[in-house]
């Protein structure tokens, strides 16, 4: 099993800045990449950034340039720097750790953690 811890939610002002944290425990092997996704009210959760154990990272468009995905692999965490902050990034944010053995994945998610940013 593994287990993700969250933090670094809260409300900003628009143009501000927030940091998540996510800390994995537990089973931590196979783990072939680390990201976050958000789900905003009446939307469907989406992909924010991830990055892979080989280092390669994707971001959607709506954030590129405004936020940075990096981990620790020695600590099993998993950071998003957030700056430029919009009201529509406003959205519940949850980490994510895929696990991979050949062609089998499977997700594990953290509980999530609000950000809400205000106009």
């Known amino acids: 099993q593994v287990q993700l811890v969250e933090s670094g939610g809260g409300l900003v002002q628009g143009g501000g800045s927030l940091r998540l944290s996510c800390a994995a425990s537990?089973?931590?092997?196979?783990?072939?990449?680390m990201g976050w996704y958000r789900q905003a009210p009446g939307k469907q959760r989406e992909l924010v950034a991830r990055q892979s154990n080989g280092g390669i990272t994707n971001y959607v468009d709506s954030v590129k340039g405004r936020f940075t995905i990096s981990r620790d692999n020695d600590k099993n965490t998993v950071y998003l720097q957030m700056n430029s902050l919009k009201p529509e990034d406003t959205a519940v944010y949850y980490c994510n750790l895929r696990k991979r053995w050949g062609v089998v994945e499977y997700d594990y998610w953290g509980q999530g953690t609000q950000v809400t940013v205000s106009s």
């Open positions: 537990g089973s931590v092997s196979s783990v072939s990449a």
